[in-house]
Nanobody, 120 residues
Framework: QVQLVESGGGLVQAGGSLRLSCSASGSIFSISTMGWYRQAPGKLREWVAVITSRGFASYADFVKGRFTISRDNAKNTVYLQMNSLKPEDTAVYYC??????????????WGQGTQVTVSS
């Protein structure tokens, strides 16, 4: 099994910044993609950003130019730097990792989520 643990959420004023971290552990053979999703109250979970093992990143249109995803492969950790935060960014942010576990079993793992609240 592969476990993900997020950290870095909190309360920030509009225009401020936060940095989320997510570390993967367990029976990891490889991690192909690591990404971030979010879910606001009463809304469906939505994709925010993803990064491949080679560092290729993609972003949802609503965060382009404000959020930056990065990855430390040696630490099995992904980061999300969030700048110019808006009240509409308020949500629980979830980390996701896909890859192959030891024993050549594919996995698609989720973290427990970290709350981000942006006040106006």
């Amino acid at each position: 099994q592969v476990q993900l643990v997020e950290s870095g959420g909190g309360l920030v004023q509009a225009g401020g910044s936060l940095r989320l971290s997510c570390s993967a552990s367990g029976s990891i053979f490889s991690i192909s993609t690591m990404g971030w999703y979010r879910q606001a109250p009463g809304k469906l979970r939505e994709w925010v950003a993803v990064i491949t093992s080679r560092g290729f990143a993609s972003y949802a249109d609503f965060v382009k130019g404000r959020f930056t995803i990065s990855r430390d492969n040696a630490k099995n950790t992904v980061y999300l730097q969030m700048n110019s935060l808006k009240p509409e960014d308020t949500a629980v942010y979830y980390c996701n990792a896909k890859g192959v576990a030891q024993g050549v079993a594919p996995y698609d793992s989720w973290g427990q989520g970290t709350q981000v609240t942006v006040s106006s």
